[in-house]
């Protein structure tokens, strides 16, 4: 089975660019997550969708941050402007939900920005 | 919202021995996962365990879900189990996002 896949691996950009990362989930995976991780630091969440509707954005910092899910399959998150605070590495992941309890997520490899 | 702790925050083995990673979490929880960071950035799933015990390979989890707290089993550890090791729950309803911990910092030296 393959796994979540994560374009591009790597990213360097400057300040004020715009950027865009891709995900596409496991196949049948209604729930897909964005994480961001900050070097040192665990990663925490951006947004989360349940096929193509938001069920979080709280922590999305949405004046420079988007993510669509249009066909409830693979997502795009957006930069624009991207800020030097954005470098970290961003996660996509993905879960079934047809099962109540079992709730386990599989992440992709990542995507490192660095901003310049 | 849930609080996460892990300890210790760094660890330094030799090869060939054992080692208890901890992780406690301040509410009850729906989800807890381990996961094993790689040198290259990748978030390795070890055990899903919001309870009870797995063991796979050299490596066991126990989940006290009551206590609320999990602990991750290293026995006769080799220099690839080097990394970061993670510890993630979700809160008490199905399908949310995971909060991680910090992270245990492992290194084993031949």
């Known amino acids: 089975e393959a796994g979540v896949a994560q374009s591009p691996r790597y990213k360097i950009i400057e300040k004020r660019q715009s950027v865009a990362f891709w995900c596409n989930p496991i196949s049948g995976h209604a729930t897909l997550y964005w994480y961001q991780q900050i070097l040192g630091q665990g990663p925490k969440l951006l947004i989360q969708f349940q096929n193509n509707g938001v069920v979080d954005d709280s922590q999305l910092p949405k004046d420079r941050f988007s993510a669509e899910r249009l066909k409830g399959v693979d997502s795009t998150l957006k930069i624009q402007p991207a800020k030097l605070e954005d470098s970290a590495v961003y996660l996509c992941?993905?879960?079934?939900?047809?099962?109540?309890?079992?709730?386990?997520?599989?992440f992709g490899p990542g995507t490192r920005l660095t901003v310049l | 919202g849930i609080q996460v702790e892990q300890s210790p925050p760094d660890l330094i083995l030799q090869e060939g021995a054992n080692s208890t990673l901890r992780c406690n979490f301040s509410?009850?929880?729906?989800?807890l996962q381990w996961f094993h960071q790689n040198p290259w950035g990748q978030l390795i799933n070890l055990f899903y365990?919001?309870?009870g015990t797995k063991q796979n390979g050299r490596l066991s989890a126990t989940t006290v879900a009551t206590e609320r707290y999990s602990l991750l089993y290293i026995s006769s550890s080799q220099t690839t189990d080097s990394g970061v090791y993670f510890c993630a729950v979700g809160p008490n309803q199905a399908g949310t996002a995971l909060i991680f911990g910090k992270g245990t910092t492992l290194s084993v030296s031949s």
């Open positions: 509410d009850s929880v729906n989800n």
């Open positions: 365990i919001p309870s």
């Open positions: 992941a993905s879960s079934f939900t047809g099962d109540p309890v079992y709730n386990e997520q599989f």
